[in-house]
């Protein structure tokens, strides 16, 4: 478990995996990008950004850094198809597993 100020971020395996892979990726075409998660209309959304709001927090993992709207904890996971990033909420039992190939 990570935590910032007051916010709780947990990532499963899988999350970390796919974030690691996504910044590197991001970081060979862009230097300063880096995956934020942030309130969106329909919950929230992680998207490459190379420019922090101010009320972002950097959380640094394993091979990835990742930028979270003050405010925002939970369980970054990994649902199909497209391996999608989501973010469960604090507590939630539910976890993905890495599918078997």
């Given at each position: 478990?990570?935590?910032?100020?007051r916010t709780v971020i947990e990532?499963?395996?899988?999350?970390?995996?796919?974030?690691?892979?996504?910044?590197?990726?991001?970081?060979r075409f862009n230097p300063r990008?880096?995956?934020?998660?942030?309130?969106?209309?329909?919950?929230?959304?992680?998207?490459?950004?190379?420019?922090?709001?101010?009320?972002?927090?950097?959380?640094?993992?394993?091979?990835?850094?990742?930028?979270?709207?003050?405010?925002?904890?939970?369980?970054?996971?990994?649902?199909?198809?497209h391996d999608r990033l989501i973010?469960?909420?604090?507590?939630?039992?539910?976890?993905?597993?890495?599918?078997?190939?």
């Amino acid at each position: 478990m990570v935590r910032y100020d007051r916010t709780v971020i947990e990532f499963t395996e899988w999350a970390r995996e796919i974030l690691a892979r996504t910044h590197e990726a991001a970081r060979r075409f862009n230097p300063r990008a880096t995956v934020r998660l942030g309130r969106s209309g329909s919950g929230v959304e992680f998207a490459l950004t190379d420019e922090p709001r101010e009320t972002d927090r950097l959380i640094r993992g394993e091979g990835f850094e990742l930028l979270v709207e003050e405010g925002l904890e939970g369980v970054v996971d990994v649902v199909e198809p497209h391996d999608r990033l989501i973010l469960r909420p604090p507590g939630q039992a539910e976890r993905s597993g890495r599918p078997l190939p």
